[in-house]
């Protein structure tokens, strides 16, 4: 028998969903919670797929843990807490290569890259869906950089700490190309105001000018009105007769 669960990682508790899935199988609950914890405890403030193969004859259980996806462990890793809704406008924080790394080894045994290098690239393809830099650069321009072996000696030698000095200077970059982009969103929003308040006086005017003109088509319909009534009245002798 199998069971699939979406557990958060080191912290899965008791509860009636829980009873209603393990009941059928006939399994100690307290221990399931206390396997499934420690296998999943690389993994707390994620959310972990796992999956109970059942016996139940014998009401023995086997545990196997699917990392979580490539995105959830790069927020983890950088301590973001959710992506950026407009990536190619606003980055929301910027990665090094080591911290890369570190995400793909974590992710490689249950990808189907053949090796560390691609894993990284495929980690790199992550932090374009997230909005990231990447060593201070666009996330997108990161695939060919490593192609060209750049990045090699970090990637080969498995590096995953990070220098502190490199740290304070990718922060600093960081800080200040956040500002720049803070003034640049500043004048699109700006501009996008002026547009729509440009669009809405324009409105106005053409409401105005409408109203306007609306008097004179009344005059000329009263003075159409009445011009035709001395026609009515020459007419009334003629159908007395």
Do not use: H
């Not at 209603?20 to 797929?49: C, D, W, Y």
């Not at 807490?81 to 974590?106: C, D, F, M, R, Y």
């Not at 290098?117 to 909005?131: D, I, R, T, W, Y």
């Not at 304070?168 to 996008?192: N, R, T």
């Amino acid at each position: 028998m199998e069971i699939k669960l979406l557990v958060e990682g080191g912290s899965m508790k008791p509860g009636p969903a829980l009873s209603q899935q393990l009941g059928p199988a006939g399994i100690n609950m307290g221990q399931v919670i206390s396997q499934v914890n420690e296998a999943t405890s690389g993994f707390k403030g994620l959310k972990v797929p796992v999956t109970l193969e059942v016996d139940t004859g014998t009401k023995t259980f086997e545990i196997s843990v699917a990392s979580p996806p490539m995105s959830e462990l790069i927020k983890k890793e950088i301590g973001l807490e959710k992506g950026s809704g407009l990536q190619e406008k606003t980055k929301v924080g910027n990665v090094a290569i080591e911290q890369l790394i570190s995400v793909a080894k974590t992710k490689l045994p249950n990808m189907i890259c053949r090796d560390l290098k691609a894993a990284v690239k495929e980690a790199v393809g992550s932090c374009v869906s997230l909005g990231l830099l990447v060593e201070n650069k666009p996330a997108t321009e990161m695939a060919e950089i490593i192609n060209s072996g750049k990045y090699n000696k970090e990637i080969e030698g498995e590096m995953t700490e990070v220098d502190p000095k490199k740290q304070v200077q990718m922060k600093d970059f960081f800080e200040k190309y956040k500002e720049e982009q803070e003034k640049q969103l500043a004048v699109e929003q700006a501009a996008a105001e002026a547009a729509e308040a440009e669009k809405e006086a324009a409105k106005t005017t053409a409401g105005a000018v409408e109203g306007e003109a609306k008097p004179e088509g009344e005059a000329g319909a009263e003075a159409g009105a009445e011009e035709g009534k001395p026609a009515e009245a020459e007419k009334k002798p003629e159908e007395k007769k």
